[in-house]
């Protein structure tokens, strides 16, 4: 079978520069890993075309002997280039450059860190706890009494998941490194140990009591301090509070979010609060005062001038919620509406009549004389045909 095209197999022009084949390569390389592709068993063979493709074409002078006489070049020179092009770079210097990038790919799949992961066991995992808090207590903050469900360390064993009076043993496959390389062809590829799943050590002798995991399940009691001022969605992280590692492994970290109830009275915006306060219309009228709690568990008199109208807001100054990591507040915000009687005896009928009667109607009432203007315009325009 004909050997396909080293720049088809890197998915590169034939003019690309070393760059572009080099990135090239990272790309497909990462795709076509065999620690990325365990189910797939052709991801091992295009692995290795891959290393072939880039071995050739980045170096210059086999580039070169590559482009003038295609495979043939390559068929009796071991990797070598011949014809003219003998002197390039040798196996030293080939094992060098895949050195350095195959440490880069590595350092990817282990999330940065040049070499891989350390042997040992793997860390817990991270928890996620949703509590919800009133209004009051975002205002003065609290501490939270909660119960998580999750993996703690065996006391049994002490988190090892050996049985007590014997302990973990180094890993026989990879010596207790936790990886081990397999060659393929020129170049050798490092996996996570398959037998003691990259910890490096195994357990001979299981603790009884977690069946050798090192950790039982377990529901934890734990205090949270919920700070003042904390917002609706706010996320709070408990650092070691998450499950336990396995084998003695570190433990993850829980991650509490915190969402605030809506309150009966009060609606919040960032540190303001606002409050919608009914008032009779004799009140909004003839002007009045009347008071109205804030969250503090106070109260606060406001003067309502005459004739307010729906909508009219006051502004008290610093008697909102407290800010987060301060010791100010906002303000709070009272909005009156002005409510329309309803379930009128015939006496209270009758007065209004009279009041009606009583003339005035326009300059009692701006707001409409304005509107019906403006109704009035409106219609003799259509009346126009303007």
């Known amino acids: ?48 075309e891959l290393g072939e493709a880039y071995e050739i074409l980045s170096d210059g002078q086999k580039r070169a002997a590559y482009d003038r006489f295609g495979h043939a070049a390559f068929e009796n020179g071991g990797g070598r280039a011949s014809n003219g092009f003998g002197g390039g770079m ?3 210097g080939a094992a060098a450059g895949f050195s350095d990038i195959f440490d880069d790919i590595f350092s990817e799949f282990m999330g940065g860190q040049r070499g891989g992961r350390q042997a040992g066991p793997g860390r817990g995992a991270d928890l996620k706890y949703n509590l919800e808090i009133s209004l009051e207590d975002a205002f003065g903050g609290k501490k939270a009494e909660i119960s998580v469900p999750g993996s703690v360390s065996c006391e049994t064993c002490e988190g090892s998941g050996a049985a007590p009076g014997s302990g973990p043993v180094a890993c026989t496959t990879c010596k207790g490194a936790g990886r081990v390389r397999i060659q393929q062809g020129f170049f050798t590829i490092e996996r996570t140990c398959p037998h003691c799943n990259g910890e490096g050590r195994m357990i001979s002798d299981p603790c009884t009591d977690c069946s050798g995991q090192g950790r039982v399940r377990r529901q934890r009691d734990l205090s949270v301090d919920i700070p003042a001022g904390i917002e609706d969605g706010t996320r709070i992280r408990l650092s070691g509070e998450g499950e336990a590692g396995p084998r003695g492994g570190p433990e993850g970290d829980l991650y509490i979010f915190v969402g605030v109830k809506e309150h009966d009275l009060f609606e919040r915006d960032g540190p303001d609060l606002y409050c919608a306060f009914p008032i009779p219309m004799t009140t909004a009228a003839l002007g009045g005062e009347f008071e109205t709690p804030t969250i503090d568990g106070g109260r606060v008199s406001i003067s309502v001038p005459e004739g307010a109208q729906t909508g009219k807001r006051f502004r008290v100054r610093g008697r909102g919620m407290t800010q987060l990591n301060s010791k100010g507040r906002g303000d709070f915000y009272v909005e009156v509406q002005v409510e329309t009687p309803t ?12 009041f009606c009667e009583a003339g005035g109607g326009e300059d009692c009432c701006p707001q409409s004389r304005g509107f019906f203007d403006r109704a009035k315009n409106f219609w003799e325009d259509v009346t126009d045909g303007r």
């Open 1 to 48: 079978m004909a050997q396909q095209c080293f720049y088809e197999v890197l998915g590169v022009e034939r003019g690309a520069d070393g760059s572009a084949i080099k990135s090239a390569f990272r790309k497909r390389a990462m795709k076509y890993h065999p620690d990325r592709n365990a189910d797939n068993p052709d991801a091992e063979q295009k692995f290795k």
């Open 90 to 92: 040798g196996a030293g």
């Open 343 to 354: 379930g009128l005896n015939a006496e209270q009928k009758e007065l209004l009549k009279q």
